[in-house]
């Protein structure tokens, strides 16, 4: 069965780079889509933004901006890069599996958490 | 973006009664060329991922209790538990995957009586 594992820095400076990577296993990353979300410690989930196995991406507009997300289909592997972090991305980050651009996320990772903190 | 609203924001049911969590969204996620509510439903216990139960409104996941079932369509929606198990304390959210950005309820916190 398909499994979903993030990665990353867990503590990273304010105004620098947030980079995470999700590797995925037990499936070829082709043709799914991949969404990533948020969730700071005791609140709700953001959706983050959703990128296809060929590339093409889709941003939630309040991160756009700061936002890359890319694909590795040799590595089987997604990451997210979001630049000049403020406390407020502090949260746990999610991969997860989409199987139309447009469909329920299943499965999702275990999360990785991310402080921003000097 | 679409505002999904969940009531209440925390419920306490005796084991084995009925739980109840509603769902509004700010506009219909039912996309009328295919008759579908683009509407999920996740569970998610403390320390773990969501886990899907309900996709598309209504339709439970393979291997999701029976007790679990979903209704709604257009703006309003409803997840039920029939009868209560100690396991299904957990927060439950709904998700609308019908258009960017996609968005989340702001959950519902679901404990024993």
């Known amino acids: 069965q398909v499994q979903l594992q993030e990665s990353g820095p867990g503590l990273v400076k304010p105004s620098e780079t947030l980079s995470l990577s999700c590797t995925v296993s037990?499936?070829?990353?082709?043709?799914?889509?991949w969404s990533w979300v948020r969730q700071p410690a005791g609140k709700g989930l953001e959706w983050i933004g959703r990128?296809?196995?060929?590339?093409?991406?889709t941003y939630n507009p309040s991160l756009k901006s700061r936002l890359t997300m890319s694909i590795d289909t040799s590595k089987n592997q997604l990451s997210l890069r979001l630049s000049s972090v403020t406390a407020a991305d502090t949260a746990v980050y999610y991969c997860?599996?989409?199987?139309?651009?447009?469909?329920?996320?299943?499965?999702w990772g275990q999360g990785t958490l991310v402080t921003v903190s000097s | 973006d679409i505002v999904m609203t969940q009531s209440p924001d925390s419920l306490a049911v005796s084991l084995g009664e009925r739980a109840t969590i509603n769902c509004k969204s700010s506009?219909?996620?039912?996309?009328?060329?295919?008759?579908?509510?683009?509407l999920a439903w996740y569970q998610q216990k403390p320390g773990q991922p969501p886990k899907l139960l309900i996709s598309w409104a209504s339709t439970r996941e393979s291997g999701v209790p029976d007790r679990f079932s979903a209704s709604g369509s257009g703006t309003d929606f409803t997840l039920t538990i029939s009868s209560l198990q100690a396991e299904d304390v957990a927060v439950y959210y709904c998700?609308?995957?019908?258009?960017?950005?996609?968005?989340f309820g702001q959950g519902t916190k679901l404990e024993i009586k």
């Open positions: 990128i296809y196995s060929r590339g093409s991406t």
């Open positions: 506009q219909s996620v039912l996309y009328s060329s295919n008759n579908k509510n683009y």
């Open positions: 037990g499936d070829s990353i082709s043709n799914y889509y």
């Open positions: 998700h609308h995957y019908y258009s960017s950005p996609f968005t």
């Open positions: 997860a599996r989409h199987g139309t651009a447009n469909s329920p996320f299943d499965p």
